[in-house]
């Protein structure tokens, strides 16, 4: 099987919409189709959506409710959770906390991280492990119930998609996700505003790049995501309440020696106030990312240097927060041996060809 790139005409209005409800209760025939849908986008596009995806409508706008709650209190109260003060990257991200992207060029947006919940004697986060431990929580009531129960229900999407994926790869089931058990998967809240100054409703406020994981869900209430065509344009996906936006990342990408394509894209300011939702999909801190042997054949040779999940999960962490960067300079950013190399994401070579 070898990679296909079809996007060059596609519109934003042609970004597929795929049902996957058929995926967890369909017969063998209906769920073999909807994940050759699901193959196909991932392929040629890198990006889809999907309807009837099983997190309830309700739970998604309570999260929604939790996040704006959270935001809406002091600075002071919301940095008592800064995420500078957490071992293992959890917490409140601060709109000066600013990755290193030279085209943010009116970056203003906070966020809230969070990840697999895991107890405090979790022998990775006793031994150091930067992207794996317990989670910070704020007082609020609900938040941790309703954030946590939308974690779980999002999480297992992940996995149903990266079920279909293998279906389509031709891979054993289980060749993604039993590489799934710990997963270093993120949840961020984001919460981006335009201030009263900012008059150009076209600049970006989240810079051009790859998600370093295996996909990405994002539930948005607001336009504004761009997502970089074939061709090097930048084209505007839509915005329903009702679906997910899928896309695949750095990690699917090499595993699959270039089938599935991890896409850049970007979000520019259109919106007084936007709030957004994007889970990672990731594989375990130790997983090995090198193409699957059966993806490299019929004379093809692997494209890709194996390398470990969590590694380069953390090396472009340091990109993009200030606090780890200056972490690692007072040599106490345990765990970030790939920190030493460049921050440059290899997935990322696309965007510097990239039009207005």
């Known amino acids: 099987m070898a990679a296909s790139l079809a996007f060059a005409s596609v519109q934003a209005d042609e970004l597929p919409l795929i049902d996957v409800g058929v995926l967890r209760h369909g017969s063998p025939a209906e769920i073999r189709r909807v994940a050759e849908r699901i193959g196909a986008a991932a392929r040629d596009i890198g990006f889809f959506r999907v309807r009837n995806h099983g997190v309830d409508p309700e739970l998604i706008l309570s999260t929604y409710r939790a996040a704006e709650e959270f935001f809406s209190r002091p600075e002071e109260q919301k940095l008592r959770l800064y995420i500078g003060h957490s071992p293992n990257h959890r917490g409140y991200v601060p709109f000066s906390e600013r990755g290193d992207y030279a085209d943010e060029v009116h970056r203003n947006y906070e966020a809230f991280d969070l990840g697999l919940d895991l107890p405090r004697d979790d022998p990775d986060f006793l031994a150091g492990n930067l992207v794996l431990g317990p989670n910070v929580w704020p007082e609020i009531a609900g938040f941790r119930?309703?954030?946590s129960h939308y974690y779980a229900k999002v999480a297992d999407l992940g996995q149903l998609i990266c079920s279909a994926l293998e279906l389509f790869l031709?891979?054993?089931?289980?060749?993604?996700?039993?590489?799934?058990?710990?997963?270093?998967?993120?949840?961020r809240l984001l919460h981006y505003v335009r201030p009263d100054v900012t008059t150009d409703h076209g600049s970006v406020n989240m810079g051009a790049h790859t998600d370093y994981e295996c996909l990405t869900l994002l539930h948005t209430r607001n336009e504004g995501l761009q997502v970089l065509a074939q061709d090097n344009r930048w084209i505007d996906v839509p915005v329903d309440h009702g679906v997910y936006v899928v896309n695949i990342g750095d990690m699917l990408e090499a595993?699959?020696?270039?089938?599935?394509?991890?896409?850049?894209?970007?979000?520019?300011?259109?919106?007084?106030?936007?709030f957004s939702i994007p889970y990672f999909v990731a594989a375990n801190h130790d997983t090995v990312i090198q193409p699957f042997p059966q993806l490299v054949q019929d004379g093809n040779c692997a494209k890709y240097e194996p390398f470990q999940a969590g590694a380069h999960l953390e090396r472009m962490l340091l990109r993009d927060f200030p606090y780890l960067r200056h972490r690692q300079r007072l040599g106490a950013a345990g765990g970030l041996e790939a920190a030493r190399m460049s921050y440059a994401n290899p997935f990322e070579t696309r965007i510097q060809r990239s039009t207005v």
């Open 145 to 147: 119930t309703t954030v």
């Open 255 to 274: 595993w699959t020696n270039g089938i599935l394509r991890s896409t850049p894209h970007r979000v520019v300011n259109r919106s007084r106030e936007r």
């Open 170 to 187: 031709g891979l054993p089931k289980g060749a993604i996700t039993g590489n799934m058990t710990k997963p270093v998967s993120q949840l």
